[in-house]
């Protein structure tokens, strides 16, 4: 069940929310977090019921972990440090199982010319995060900063459906103690009418903005066999703008959701292509899977408290973990690799003293990020290649031909004809979701913001009707999240 489809948005949520508040309203707190749980049992495994085994057999064993590490009992003679990393072996062992099997055995017969058949293991939904989400939970019970005794609660903090499936990555210490809150358990119709905004928004910006972006995007980089200079410069903003408005759209409407229930999740999005560095722009985008990184890696390695060598290697290193994590593809470690050396000549540019101007800073940080992002995207190099080498002008310029009249160019070598042709040059009303997708990205408020402004009048109204309504018109096919696949 999708967050746009039609029967998340008119059957599941309304039902889920009006409920919840209904228990609550009747003094019933306890069972109210117990609807929330079996909702967002129902919702995953609406998917496919072979799922939730995984995840409760996943939530009981780090239940029981999570107990052990505080246990007075039998095991209080086993080392705390042994059973935090039995936790996370655990929990690694399971996400490798599923993510990593069929990767590592095409890479043993392709290195050693065997013939060991593929298990075609399929990988569950949402184990990336709910895998990320236990072991930060076992990491601080292990620091004694939080600590959960009743199972129902944890299933709840675990399987919360709005952050289930893509993020944010959410502490325990951060979600629990709001569901507890009993000024949080009767409605809040400011909250609600924010949280309508931040869906609707975020619905747009998924229907309208990503899905119509994907078009182009797709067929650039994998149908199209070359591509002339402005088909690779379309092709990579295309990406760029699809991932962006694709998975800031889902949080934006996981955020939503949460904050009609009176749960704020952590911000987890801050506009990053405004950003003007590489260093801000991580400070932006993904923030709650940098925190974690961060948290769980390079500070455990020493962080930044061991020599500038160490302080490199620790950057590498968690670039590579993120790129592990999103996939076996050799273009995610390429990506990693990418990533981790404009960190690292960021932080050697800023010790030498140097300054660059604001505007020349963040177009140089958009168009890395861009760059990168192709990378990350393509299925091979060879796919990278081919989408930079057109973005170079190795291919050729070509301009439409009805430009003809500029025939002056061609003694610089540009051509007319259909300059559009191999990523479909039909759709030219793409162009205009791409300048509409950078005007928003660059220039306006995101939705947390706006949410943190509207006023309960007609004009904020309006406005959220307008953008769920356009929101709505757009959802002709329901298309997944493209984060649902990591």
């Not at 095409?106 to 075609?120: A, K």
């Not at 066999?225 to 760029?240: D, I, M, R, V």
């Not at 003694?411 to 042709?421: D, E, H, Q, R, S």
């Not at 928003?440 to 309960?456: D, G, H, V, W, Y």
């Amino acid at each position: 069940m999708l967050f746009n489809s039609f029967e998340y948005i008119f059957l599941f949520l309304p039902v889920t929310v009006v409920l919840y508040f209904i228990l609550n309203h009747r003094g019933m707190s306890a069972p109210a977090r117990i609807w929330l749980l079996l909702c967002s049992l129902f919702y995953y495994s609406y998917w496919n019921t072979l799922y939730l085994p995984l995840l409760l057999g996943s939530i009981l064993i780090n239940f029981g972990f999570g107990r052990a590490l505080v246990s007075s009992g039998a095991l209080k003679k086993v080392p705390r440090m042994a059973i935090l990393w039995c936790g996370i072996l655990f929990n690694v062992g399971l996400l490798g199982y599923f993510k990593y099997t069929d990767f590592l055995i095409t890479t043993v017969n392709s290195t050693f010319n065997t013939h060991i058949g593929l298990l075609r293991i399929a990988l569950p939904l949402g184990i990336s995060y709910f895998t990320f989400i236990q072991i930060s939970f076992l990491t601080a019970v292990y620091r004694g900063v939080c600590r959960e005794s009743n199972i129902l609660n944890y299933g709840l903090y675990v399987s919360f459906f709005p952050q289930l499936l893509s993020g944010p990555i959410v502490y325990h210490g951060e979600m629990m103690p709001q569901f507890t809150d009993p000024d949080r358990s009767r409605i809040n119709y400011d909250n609600v009418m924010k949280g309508l905004l931040m869906f609707s928004i975020g619905l747009f910006k998924k229907t309208v903005i990503a899905d119509n972006l994907a078009a182009w995007a797709v067929q650039g980089f994998d149908q199209a066999p070359t591509l002339n200079f402005f088909e690779a410069w379309f092709t990579s903003l295309s990406y760029t703008f699809q991932l962006y408005n694709d998975f800031s759209g889902y949080i934006d409407m996981a955020n939503g959701v949460a904050l009609m229930l009176n749960i704020n999740l952590p911000i987890n999005f801050n506009s990053p292509y405004k950003a003007t560095s590489i260093q801000d722009y991580w400070r932006r985008f993904h923030i709650t899977l940098i925190r974690f990184l961060r948290d769980h890696v390079y500070i455990p390695l020493g962080g930044s408290k061991k020599g500038n060598i160490r302080l490199y290697i620790n950057i590498t290193l968690i670039f590579i973990v993120a790129g592990v994590w999103h996939g076996t593809l050799f273009s995610y470690i390429a990506w990693a690799l990418l990533s981790s050396a404009a960190m690292i000549v960021h932080r050697l540019w800023s010790k030498s003293g140097r300054h660059m101007n604001k505007y020349l800073a963040w177009f140089v940080t958009f168009n890395f990020v861009n760059v990168a992002n192709l990378v990350f995207r393509s299925n091979s190099l060879r796919d990278t290649w081919k989408v930079l080498r057109g973005m170079l002008g190795m291919n050729g310029i070509m301009l439409s031909d009805k430009l003809a009249g500029l025939s002056f160019l061609k003694a610089g070598g540009v051509t007319f004809g259909k300059w559009l042709n191999n990523i479909g040059g039909d759709k030219y009303y793409l162009i205009y979701f791409i300048i509409g997708a950078a005007m928003i990205a660059f220039l306006c408020k995101n939705a947390r913001e706006l949410a943190e402004e509207m006023k309960p009048n007609i004009r904020w109204a309006l406005f959220t009707g307008l953008v769920l309504g356009v929101g709505l018109i757009h959802m002709t096919q329901v298309r997944v999240f493209l984060y649902f696949n990591y």
